[in-house]
């Protein structure tokens, strides 16, 4: 679906589902399967579903559902499948009457952002925030041996509640890890001299992939998170994405700051495990 009175930017979800996980087996997957039918993403010590399931499903039949559930079986996991709208036809019907059902909690919005065109908006990103401008500053990391990188993992990992495990997993992933075609910015926002907001962006396929960011508590509300995306989608611009792509649980408060920011709601994806027998 998309934005009330918009038409959305022409481009594959499928297309744009696969360059996101490429971005995230950067920084956390510990496998991604890539077929031409379908991917499957595993991680470790995930704390959601979403890191462990079937994505870009473009083939239904029992060879593609018996893949999935061996993957799975192998890792100890229950199967699981994301539907959207360019899943393979019938593939609901068929989780359905395999015994999985649909997980509302995990269900997520696909946010995206045509950057062809000229910037919607002139002003800058500090028009985004609502405390003095001189407060602020916005830093994009020169890698994972710039001095702030140990402030980045904190705030990262604070920010959105990661446990430890997955957050000594982002910090080894982005030291160590580096896949052809995938390239990984870190950005943060920093406060009188303090690093307060994180984000990431990732670049695969042409595409800007906004894969995580988030605000410490005491430090919300003050336009960090769309000061710090705005910085994002310039730096975007500037390496000649012709997309931006961002996805996010239909509860997230990154929702409705998205669609202010001129990305457009192209589909909600549904999420179907399958219980244990």
Not at 105 to 132: K, M, Q, Y
Not at 252 to 258: L, R, V
Request: charged share 20%; proline share 8%; with cysteine.
């Amino acid at each position: 679906m998309s934005a009330a009175g918009t038409s959305p930017p022409s481009a594959s979800i499928h297309r744009l589902v696969r360059a996101n996980n490429a971005v995230w087996a950067a920084m956390y997957y510990d496998e991604l399967v890539d077929t031409d039918d379908y991917q499957l993403t595993y991680m470790a010590d995930a704390d959601a579903g979403y890191y462990n399931c079937a994505q870009a499903v473009s083939r239904s039949g029992p060879d593609v559902l018996a893949a999935v559930e061996a993957f799975y079986a192998a890792r100890g996991l229950p199967p699981a499948v994301y539907l959207d709208p360019e899943s393979a036809p019938g593939l609901r019907a068929q989780l359905a009457a395999a015994g999985y059902a649909e997980i509302p909690g995990e269900a997520e919005n696909c946010h995206l952002l045509d950057l062809r065109g000229p910037a919607p908006d002139g002003s800058p990103p500090e028009a985004a925030l609502r405390l003095p401008v001189e407060r602020v500053r916005a830093v994009r990391l020169a890698g994972p041996d710039d001095p702030l990188f140990p402030a980045f993992i904190d705030v990262d990992g604070t920010s959105n509640e990661l446990p430890d495990a997955v957050r000594r997993k982002l910090a080894q992933n982005l030291r160590a890890r580096r896949l052809p075609g995938v390239e990984v910015h870190c950005f943060l926002a920093l406060v009188d001299g303090v690093p307060v907001s994180s984000r990431v962006v990732g670049f695969c396929d042409g595409c800007a992939l906004y894969a995580e960011g988030g605000t410490l508590p005491a430090y919300r509300r003050l336009g960090l998170y769309a000061f710090l995306m705005l910085h994002g989608l310039a730096f975007a611009r500037g390496r000649g994405a012709r997309f931006a792509f961002q996805t996010a649980a239909t509860s997230a408060h990154s929702n409705p700051a998205a669609l202010k920011l001129g990305f457009q709601r192209v589909c909600t994806r549904s999420y179907w495990r399958r219980s244990p027998v």
